[in-house]
């Protein structure tokens, strides 16, 4: 890895940056509180879909405090289409960490940081240093695509070992604006040295000395290791409706998608008629089907093939929580998984 190279980024990219930075809604002040939402909504998540997400919550839980005391409930109602719902599950026990341990003050050094629920060497040095302007690199995958890049080097970027040696290289050039130096380095990756598109590099400010450009090789770069393959899984959906109320239960408190709500499901691909017998079964006496529908999810491990089954039945019953469409729509958080059988309802 090329020292040389790296050093030469803060002289460049800042002025970039100065000019080009994008106007998002978490960069208006640098407050630790909002920058780590951010950072936390914007995990394995674009940046247009998190605006809408990060403006609704600061409006319902606009501190720290109000974070560390909201119902859970509503976390997941404001949570709900963003995923990977154990990140806000974090946000709150980091929350009540920093009232209990800090009295209610963000810390402000790395180590304290990163020791916070949910928070990984990315996430802490992100807000040391666009928070607090520490020499903390924030390394992940837009940074390390441009590094690799730059550097025109060819090991896989996923290697844990890749990345310690970026971060260790680029905490040795860091300038006195900390803060906007990792901003910048985010910038590049996300919008001119971007993934899954030809990189702009005719307007980088990095062009003259990239050796990835230089060499013809940045359409090739990087280098990732093969995927490991998705383990399958069908499931068969009921969504059963009564008199205007649909059924739904809760998850478990641990493991996928743990204590949110999900419309009733068995393991398995079942036919209309074992549909049926099933639900008759619970003690819903299942009137008609009303329609059946493929779809499917895709976790970071699991692929799940899903049949959606429509059921009208005659008795709420089944161990079930009965909730009208407006309750549904107003309170209840349902995850993406089983919120595109919910979409289809008006259509029922």
């Known amino acids: 890895m090329d020292k040389e190279i790296l050093s030469l980024l803060p002289q460049v990219l800042l ?21 780590w939402l951010s950072e936390i909504m914007l995990q394995q998540t674009r940046v247009e879909a998190v605006k809408g997400y990060y403006t ?3 409006a319902q839980l606009p501190t720290l405090q109000a974070l560390a005391e909201a119902d859970d409930e509503l976390l997941y109602k404001l949570w709900e289409g963003l995923g990977y719902y154990s990140r806000v599950r974090n946000l709150k026990k980091a929350a009540q960490q920093i009232v209990c341990t800090h009295n209610g003050v963000f ?27 520490l020499p903390t690199p924030a390394v992940d995958g837009n940074v390390l695509r441009v590094v690799s890049r730059l550097c025109n080097d060819d090991t896989p970027i996923d290697s844990p070992a890749y ?7 680029l905490s040795a050039v860091y300038p006195s604006r900390a803060g906007d130096f990792t901003q910048a380095l985010m910038e590049l990756g996300a919008t001119l040295c971007g993934p899954n598109w030809i990189p702009r590099c005719t307007e980088c400010p990095c062009a003259a ?9 940045a359409e090739k770069l990087p280098v990732k290791s093969p995927k490991k393959v998705k383990r399958l899984e069908d499931r068969t959906v009921f969504i059963f409706s009564c008199a205007g109320s649909y059924a739904l239960q809760k998850r478990p408190n641990t493991g996928l998608l743990a204590g949110l709500w999900e419309f009733p499901n068995v393991a398995g691909r079942l036919s209309m008629e074992e549909g049926l017998l099933l639900a008759q079964s619970w003690g819903l ?22 049949q959606g089954l429509y059921i009208e039945v005659t008795q709420m019953d089944g161990n079930f929580v009965w909730l009208t469409g407006e309750e549904i729509r107003r309170q209840t958080a349902i995850p993406t998984a089983f919120r595109q059988f919910w979409e289809e309802i008006d259509d029922v």
């Open 209 to 217: 000395f990239c050796r990835a450009h230089l060499a013809g090789t």
């Open 285 to 306: 006496h299942p009137r008609q089907l009303l329609r059946q529908v493929e779809r499917q999810h895709i976790f970071t491990h699991i692929h799940w093939k899903m």
């Open 56 to 58: 609704r919550f600061l």
């Open 163 to 169: 990345k310690k040696r970026v971060e260790q290289r």
């Open 107 to 133: 810390p402000c050094t790395y180590r304290d940081i990163l020791a916070l629920p949910g928070i990984g060497p990315y996430t802490a040095g992100a807000i040391a240093s666009i928070c607090f302007d």
């Open 15 to 35: 002025p970039w940056f100065d000019r080009e930075k994008r106007d998002l809604p978490w960069r208006q002040n640098k407050d630790p509180y909002r920058v």
